[in-house]
């Protein structure tokens, strides 16, 4: 579900993306997180996202701090994709 919410916020935001993909945090030593990795042509920026904010996300309601995270994470991609 998060794939398809980080693709939605980027399409608002005229990225497409080539690539969107989650990591375990219990891969990088914590276990209530996740990182977000948003891909666009050859660049790739991270965002870290805590579970309480995917499960907010799973149940429908507003996770205005996760959107933030995300936008935020695309307005670095972007500034990397400009010529």
């Not at 805590?50 to 959107?67: I, K, P, V």
Request: with cysteine; proline share 1%.
């Amino acid at each position: 579900m998060i794939r398809e919410y980080a693709a939605d916020l980027a399409a608002q935001t005229g990225i497409k993306l080539s690539q969107v993909s989650v990591v375990e945090g219990r891969r990088v030593g914590c276990l209530d997180a996740y990182l977000l990795n948003l891909a666009s042509d050859d660049q790739l920026v991270s965002a870290l996202v805590y579970q309480s904010e995917l499960d907010e996300l799973q149940s429908g309601s507003c996770c205005e701090r996760l959107e933030l995270k995300i936008r935020a994470a695309l307005s670095r991609l972007q500034i990397l994709l400009e010529p």
